[in-house]
């Protein structure tokens, strides 16, 4: 088994901002050609996650209104009590949605659906810098 580490740098705007990030990943992948590979995603952050969606606009505006429902920002975290740095909401909606993603490469192709996107999502109460790594497996 050979790993290879890849990695690239997300800028955001936070506030639950959704990146697409697929076309960032491909590029880590295949530019080594490889035909049959384990490929881990993640991100490092408590602030910030990495899931799949699909892309499109209705969508993108449905997960934020759900995660609104579940850890709405306006409410007292007691995160906030120890920290207050505001982003209770944000530490509760990146634990839920997990910060990594894992895809299968079979014959020289990442297994994705059509409609399924890798995307980060940054839950901060601000813009930051994200470093996403992809280790590739085979
Ligand atoms: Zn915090």
Known sequence: ???INEKFVVH????TEIKDI???VQNAVYKHSLQNA????YVAGSTVSI???EYEPGL?????????KIAPVVKDYHHDDTWHDGNG???VRASIIGNSTMVPLLDGALQLGQWQQIVLID??????????????LY
Do not use: C, S
Request: no cysteine; hydrophobic share 35%; glycine share 2%.
């Open 1 to 3: 088994m050979t790993l």
């Open 12 to 15: 955001t705007k936070g506030n």
């Open 22 to 24: 697929t076309r960032q």
């Open 38 to 41: 384990v490929v881990y995603v």
């Open 51 to 53: 899931t799949n969606i």
């Open 60 to 68: 993108l505006k449905d997960l934020p209104e759900a995660l609104d």
């Open 89 to 91: 909401y944000a530490h």
């Open 123 to 136: 839950f901060d109460n601000k813009a930051r810098t994200r470093t996403v790594h992809v280790q590739i």
